[in-house]
């Protein structure tokens, strides 16, 4: 639904009116406003608060606005400078000042190889899905790490100014606080119990798709090297070297150890020598393939596609889904969705039921400020905010909360039933979002990057997004994206850096005339310099000029910032 646009003369001037639709309750709905127009209201970031990931109390800054409605290609713009949505709240990283700094980080879809590791998990969920058996382990890292990543920003946001706002906005002040909320769950004294999924074949409802979706997908972060050798001691004084102990050390008798890659070698080289004894035909240790297909390596399609024996114990089934209670398939899964949501937050991350309830999920994970569009030169599913949805036997075990926008999908959320944590949901759906966008790409050539969130350096469990190559990192002085393999000396030396190597280049899109920043007052679209000239009371120049320069010179001149 779009805005109706009226003129209006105020002064001599004309500027656009907007006349919005009403609500229920019979008032003016500006998050109705559909995709003409993104409106905002801007909260500042002067106020710290706790951070997610080093815990300091009053270390993580950022800056955050509301959005009562965006465009896709606004929010592209807006991630592309370093912001980043929960729910309808947007917020950008105070970069050089915040404890834990948030670079934007993307992957190069169309160039993307999986890993060893990637590989093996991929093979793990085709293993469990073909013969049943369920691998005994834990969660990979980054499940935690990208909730955290969350909440670190959600948590309290002291400012009474901003309570003051989210609450006008309609927006409970404890769910930015993290006290309890009233829920239906809190009245009913707790979730309802969810039957563990069961793997029965007669439950399968249809085949599997072999391209899927996406999540703020997790990989177990790589440790790095230092931090898997133990410190060495270093004693004032030296003790002198003692001679081994009988029986103590290697046995002299026995060959020493060797690495298995050089017993490899070794062994190929006798079968190569035994051939020539043979008779055979005289072959190099490294033959070349007389097919040059055959050595291209595996694709993440690929290995997805790899089809499943007529026996298969499971079926596994992709849907993707948009997130609107308009969508016959999104409102028949609602329920079983928030339920799986509950169970997993208190499962995987010890919450209480009250602040995992079906209004906190709704907020969270379905309330979206993108407006679903469609493009002649866009994916067939169109652009906006989607639940991608995994089927297992019939039953949800995962749901990847996904953007799809005009440059790239970008990853918002995984959450998957606990029973399942040892099959690495959390990467698999990283690696399945990433096929995805190859697929789009091919129908929106543009559509070419996945967006991981947040890269955090100085987190340890947070550099796992770095494993998703090729990848770029976004540099927050000129948002330019700059190769991550380029970036890490830098952020080996300070956890705030400024990524882009040349010295001289600056912010492309910085602003340079405020008077042109669009704002929304008593429903009148104007320029800043129209508005300053009839505002009474203080000056706001200075919060508007702040707000222009971190969202740049050409969102300032289409996004509406809304002025009371």
Known sequence: MDIAVATVETGGEKFPTLVFPTNDTGSQDMAAAGSSYTIVEYFGGDDGYRCGYCKNEKGNFSHGMWSHAMTVQ?????????????GKYVYKPVMNKTCCPQYTIRCHALDFQPSKTHKKIL???????????????????????????????LEPLTSSLQRTVAIAAGISQSFFSGEPMDSAFELGGGVPPVDPVKMQQSQVERPIIPSGPEGDGDAKPASPETSREEPASSPAVKSPRLAPKPGVGADPSRPPCRKAKDLRKERRLQKEQQRRQDGGTLTSPNP?????????????????????????????????????????????????????????QMAIHGDPPFECGESQFKRFLCDSPL?????????????????????????????????????????????????????????????REIAFT?????????????????YIHSCPKMRYKGQYKPSDLLCPETYVWMPIERCIPRLETSAYARLNEDGRAGDARALKDLGR????????????????????????????????SLVGQTCAERILLYRA
């Open 438 to 454: 190859r697929q789009l790409q091919k129908q929106s050539p543009k559509l070419s990057y996945y967006y991981l969130g947040f």
């Open 371 to 431: 407006e679903a569009e469609t493009s002649p030169d866009g994916p067939d599913v169109g652009y906006g905010s989607f639940h991608q949805q995994y089927w297992l036997d019939g039953r949800i075990v995962a749901v990847g909360v996904i953007d799809i926008l005009p440059s790239c999908v970008s990853s918002v959320y995984l959450y998957y039933h606990p029973d399942f944590a040892s099959l690495s949901l959390g990467s698999y759906s990283a690696l």
């Open 74 to 86: 606004d929010y592209q713009d807006l991630i592309d400078r370093g912001w980043r949505r929960s």
């Open 288 to 344: 070349t393939p007389s097919n040059p297909a055959s050595s291209q390596p595996k694709t993440v399609e690929e290995f997805i596609a790899d089809s499943l024996p007529d026996d298969a114990v499971h079926r596994l089934e992709v849907r993707l889904v948009p997130v609107s209670f308009e969508d016959p398939d999104f409102l028949a899964s609602y329920e079983q969705s928030a339920a799986l949501y509950a169970r997993y």
């Open 517 to 548: 920043t669009l704002v929304l007052h008593r429903r009148t679209v104007m320029p800043y310099a129209a508005y300053a000239r009839k505002r009474k009371g203080p000056s706001d120049e200075r919060e508007v000029e702040q707000y222009a």
């Open 123 to 153: 093979k793990k969920v085709k293993k469990f899905l073909s013969k049943g058996e369920l691998p005994v382990g834990q969660c990979d890292g980054g499940c935690d790490g990208v909730f955290e990543e969350i909440r670190g920003f």
